[in-house]
Nanobody, 125 residues
Framework: QVQLVESGGGLVQAGGSLRLSCAAS????????MAWFRRAPGKEREFVAV????????YYADSVKGRFTISRDNAKNTVYLQMNSLKPEDTAVYSC??????????????????WGQGTQVTVSS
């Protein structure tokens, strides 16, 4: 199966930036749509961004649009989330997810087959 490992989380001040990485390993049987979700303590997991198999199409939650950028490097089996202008409300555990068949606008966590364990992002004010 595909294994996903996130990295790059940490503590930053409001207005700062972080770049998260999600590295995929294991056997793959095709290209994957890859997405980022986040979950704050006591809250439901929410969609952040998704990128198509080729990287040519992206879709963002309204809450992060214009501040976050998702990208991928298929040669490295890695997806990135560049986060700029961070706000305290961005504080959450960020997880990457992957699936072979979901559409580019799929925002439901249950639609994704593979998940990483997450990386903590904390934004101080």
């Amino acid at each position: 199966q595909v294994q996903l490992v996130e990295s790059g989380g940490g503590l930053v001040q409001a207005g700062g930036s972080l770049r998260l990485s999600c590295a995929a390993s294991g056997r793959t049987f095709g290209n994957y749509v890859m997405a980022w979700f986040r979950r704050a303590p006591g809250k439901e997991r929410e969609f952040v961004a998704v990128i198509s198999w080729s990287g040519g199409s992206t879709y963002y939650a309204d809450s992060v649009k214009g501040r976050f950028t998702i990208s991928r490097d298929n040669a490295k089996n890695t997806v990135y989330l560049q986060m700029n202008s961070l706000k305290p409300e961005d504080t959450a555990v960020y997880s990457c997810a992957a699936d072979r068949y979901v559409g580019i606008t799929t925002t439901t966590p249950s639609s994704y087959s593979y998940w990483g364990q997450g990386t903590q992002v904390t934004v101080s004010s």
